[in-house]
């Protein structure tokens, strides 16, 4: 690995930490508030393809969670890649929604920047329970 990539994967994996550190310690509520979620309306969204531009992070960040010795689920890794991000003044969205899968419903989390996904990405259209946007900077 080249030095610029071993810097990302540091970064990956501090701001995976950070994330999964957030999503434990902080109620659902207050996450949504501290985030400025907003409620969808119910509009589908699919996860699809990966962006170019965030396609480094969205790998790094991949490889960053096989490594970590904690849970990185989806949740954390659009948290960690939507501050690595905005780091970048890159504008994204986070969405969190809901599939259903036979009889089973299934949470997922997603970051989408420059209209592609960048983490999360599963080709399945989820129900948007909540999104998180921001802006450049």
């Not at 994330?19 to 409620?39: I, N």
């Not at 989806?74 to 986070?94: D, H, I, P």
Request: with cysteine; proline share 1%; hydrophobic share 50%.
């Amino acid at each position: 690995m080249s030095w610029s990539e071993r810097a990302l994967l540091v970064e990956s994996l501090s701001a995976l930490a950070m994330a999964r550190f957030l999503v434990k310690v902080t109620p659902e509520k207050r996450l949504v508030a501290q985030f400025g979620g907003v409620r969808a309306s119910g509009e589908s969204v699919f996860a699809g393809s990966i962006s170019n531009i965030g396609a480094p992070i969205g790998a790094m960040l991949e490889r960053a969670a096989h490594l970590a010795c904690w849970r990185a689920m989806c949740l954390e890794k659009a948290l960690a890649g939507k501050w690595m991000l905005n780091r970048r003044g890159v504008a994204s969205t986070m969405y969190v929604g809901m599939a259903r899968s036979g009889s089973q419903f299934i949470a997922h989390a997603w970051l989408v920047g420059d209209d592609l996904t960048i983490t999360g990405a599963v080709g399945t259209t989820f129900a948007t329970l909540a999104l998180f946007t921001s802006k450049t900077l």
